[in-house]
Structure formats: structure tokens, C-alpha cells
């Protein structure tokens, strides 16, 4: 594997198409091994890149303390036999225009207003400067692979945005950097979280919708997470769910011990 180090460098080369890039934060897990395995087996070539993204923290959220593991995130990647590693220089978010996401004032964007604004100009600038045929995402962050995809056929990108399956611990909590705060009986206990999501899921016809997600958040309360937000709606467009709705989205992002953790289930109609 190739490992580049700077953005003048990565735009001099010549991939062999298709190829596909997977952009990541580092301190990889199963989950994004599972996207670059999903572009080693489809594309000709797969760049991964690691980017601890400073434009899409909060004041005072976890930037500086953010879990680094580049050694071992270049093994791993060596060992799928993905092809190149892009580490952009430190200055690669100065003086870039912010990006106005669409569909940014719900869920996430709710306690994390300028997140996604920061996602979306992090990942622009990567799509502009390396134009890759295809960008993997995990349908964990929901939210952001919607507002890639959006943003993407708005102007007209020639990237597919594709978005690939949650990756889970065995106990069903969805595999995540932040995970690594957790303690492996905290991993387990927080299980739960997957648990409620099904149960709600396949309850949907049972009960109304408003009635089923006070169950969920009572019940996620009682086990002891502090729940940020627990919605279900039509996950075409984050909104209302509504007759014409053939999709649903149930998200969630509840906190255990400061941990902040996400998952969503998507239930066709
Ligand atoms: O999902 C992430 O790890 C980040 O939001 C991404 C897509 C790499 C952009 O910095």
C-alpha cells in the first residue's frame, strides 16, 4: 500500500478506474474494514483515507482527544490489501468555504449544529480533489449519508455514494471509534440500545408511532442511558412520517457514560 502525505500528490495520480475511496477518521474497527473489503472486492482500486476532521466538532466535543491509532490502522489496511492511504497535511480544513447541508436540522444536527456543515466541506474537498468513481459510507451515520448523497446529485458530482451495512459487536452495539471509551462489559450492556431499536421495529403496526417511541426512550432511560434524541421518521427525508412514506428510519443517539452513541434501523413498508 501506498501512502501519500499530501493533497498535491494525491491529485498527480492516476488510479485505475473504477476506484473507490473510503474516508475515515482513523482508529479503524470492523466497520470500516467492512467498506474497504466491499471496495477491494467492486472497485479496480481502493484509497482509504484517515483525516480527523476538525471542521465537524463542537466546542466541546472530542477533537483533541480523539482516539489515534495510525500504526495499526496502516497494518490493517496492508493486510485487506487496500491500495492507498491519503493522510492529508494538518492544514487540509484551513480556508475552505463551509457547505450548507440540506436535511442537517434534525437528529444529529439538533445538538450538533455545525457537524454536518463540517462533514460535507471535509468531504467536497476530498471529491473535488481525488474524483473518485465511487465514496463508501456506513449506514450507522445515517444522517451524513444522506446528506452526502443529497448534496452530491444537487451538484451533480460524478461520485456514487454508496452506503453499506452496519457493522455490530457481538452484543449488537454498532461498531464505533468512540466504542474504545467503553469498557467491554459497557459494550455489552450497551447491547440494549440495538435491542430497543428491533423491538420498536417490529412493533411498528402494533401501536402509534408517538406511543412507541416513549416506550423506547423509557425504557433506554430506565437501563441508564441519557438519551440525546429518539425519533422515527420517513427516511427519505428525516421528516414527518406520513401516508406516502415507504421507508422509516429509527434513530437514535443515547449517552452512557459520556459516550455518545448512535444507531438507526431502516424499515421498508
Ligand atoms: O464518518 C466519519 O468518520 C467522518 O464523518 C468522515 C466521513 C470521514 C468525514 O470526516
Sequence with gaps: MEVIKSTEEIKSLNFSSPFALVPTMGNLHEGHLSLVKYGIENYSEVIA?????????????DFSTYP???????????TLGCNYLFIPEKNFAENLDIIEPKFSDVLCGLSRPSHFHGVLT??????????PNAC??????????????????????????????????????????????LSDEDKKFCGKIYSCLK?????????????????AINFLQHAGFEIDYLEIVDANNLSSVTKKTNKILIAVAAIYKKVRLIDNIVVSL
Design 49 to 61: 483515507s484517515i483525516y480527523i476532521n476538525p471542521l465537524q466538532f463542537g466546542k466541546n466535543e
Design 68 to 78: 489515534k491509532t495510525i500504526s495499526q490502522d496502516i497494518q490493517l489496511l496492508e
Design 122 to 131: 471535509i468531504i467536497n474537498k476530498f471529491l473535488r480533489i481525488i474524483k
Design 136 to 181: 463508501l459510507f456506513g449506514l450507522k451515520d445515517y444522517q451524513q449519508q444522506l446528506i452526502i448523497k443529497e448534496f452530491v446529485k444537487r451538484k451533480k458530482i460524478k461520485t456514487d455514494i454508496v452506503s453499506l451495512p452496519i457493522v455490530r459487536e457481538k452484543s449488537g452495539l454498532a461498531m464505533s471509534s468512540r466504542n474504545n471509551y
Design 199 to 215: 423491538n420498536l421495529a417490529a412493533s411498528l403496526k402494533k401501536k402509534p408511532l408517538g406511543v412507541l417511541k416513549i416506550e
